[in-house]
């Protein structure tokens, strides 16, 4: 089928918990890029923002395929209001194959949620990365500084901890949990719970936790904290910290965001560093930020409000989107997710 290779390499973005919330239409030269609101029914999806940004990175995915197999690629963003859930319409044209030295690596990005090493990055990796959202409307903070790092890593944690404090939030993840290697293989889409690397304690146990009357007794003695904190050492693995901002909070700013992540995520890959997204408190700060508090205790709201408040003095961005990331070096990961067989709808132009 005409673009079927530059789209089974645009599908391989990440998505929130591997949800892959994207339908496609061609008609002639265009492909119709949609967004589809129930795969991703989580808290964190505020306003579908999450979903934006797995349909940027799918759309950087999308350009760098396309220039490679010979087309030239030109994203209309939200062309029709009246149709929120159409992200974008990519008109392909004709061109030379160009030499694109990420698009090897599109099949080859993975979440890797290992124990990373101390390693630091070397000043090239470094530079690379930060070369990398050069022209996508976005700003990459990436720092060493063991001052920042401790207030990312609370940040991190702090997500990890009202995971296990907040029903809805806690019954997203485990809905999205796939325990066996048949189950993934039939859905093709969730968390593998080989990729989350626990040691074996941490195998046995958890799997008890997706009884939420039993956490519900457990967080009396202080079990919360105990999944924050873990989260936390886990970040503080990496020698790196980055976080992708935006100037603006409107939907193509998540695209914005989502493309910048994607590229930056793909420059790693071909550095052969290990990488992991850990974001979803900053989407539910901007839920937060909205007035959007229910299901939430006020301690819990202040906590958010507060490490919000950090981030911004840190980067220095007062507004916009923002994506935390972890970048280093760790041994290969267990598993990749997979993807759904690809789906095309094909129109008249």
């Known amino acids: 089928m005409k673009y079927a290779e530059i789209l089974s390499d645009a ?16 008609a002639g030269d265009t492909i119709r890029i949609f967004n589809l609101p129930e795969k991703d029914t989580s808290l964190y999806n505020f306003e579908q923002h999450a979903s934006q940004v797995a349909h940027g990175a799918l759309i950087e995915n999308l350009v760098i395929s396309a220039s490679h197999h010979g087309f030239l690629a030109r994203p209309a963003l939200f062309p029709d209001p009246a149709r929120p859930d159409l992200v974008a319409e990519v008109l392909l044209t004709s061109c030379p194959p160009q030499t694109e030295p990420l698009q090897p690596f599109i099949t080859h990005r993975t979440t890797n949620r290992r124990l990373y090493t101390k390693r630091p990055l070397t000043p090239e990796a470094r530079e690379t990365l930060l070369n990398s959202v050069v022209n996508l409307d976005c700003t990459l903070f990436l720092t060493e500084a063991e ?4 207030i990312l890593c609370d940040t991190i944690g702090l997500n990890d901890r009202l995971v296990f404090e907040n029903p809805d939030l806690h019954s997203f993840l485990f809905d999205h949990m796939r325990w066996t290697a048949d189950e993934v293989d039939r859905t093709a889409d969730g968390l593998d719970l080989r990729s989350l690397e626990l040691s074996f304690p941490d195998s046995v146990m958890f799997p008890l936790l997706k009884n939420w009357p039993l956490v519900e007794v457990l967080n009396r003695f202080g079990i919360s904290r105990i999944i924050g904190a873990n989260a936390r050492k886990l970040a503080d693995s990496a020698p790196a910290i980055g976080v992708i901002t935006t100037e603006g909070i409107n939907p193509i700013d998540y695209v914005a965001a989502g493309r910048a992540l994607e590229r930056v995520w793909l420059e790693a890959t071909r550095q052969q560093l290990s990488f992991q997204m850990m974001t979803g408190i900053t989407f539910l700060m901007g839920r937060f930020a909205a007035g959007v508090t229910e299901g939430f205790n006020a301690e819990q709201v202040d906590r958010v409000f507060n490490a919000r408040k950090k981030l911004e003095r840190m980067t220095g961005k007062a507004a916009g989107v923002m994506i935390i990331f ?24």
């Open 147 to 150: 001052t920042d790092k401790h």
């Open 11 to 26: 599908i391989r973005a990440p998505s929130g918990d591997n949800c892959q919330p994207w339908r496609f239409e061609i």
């Open 326 to 349: 972890r970048v280093g070096w760790s041994k290969e990961p267990s598993v990749r997710s997979l993807r759904h067989d690809l789906a095309i709808h094909v129109s008249e132009p």
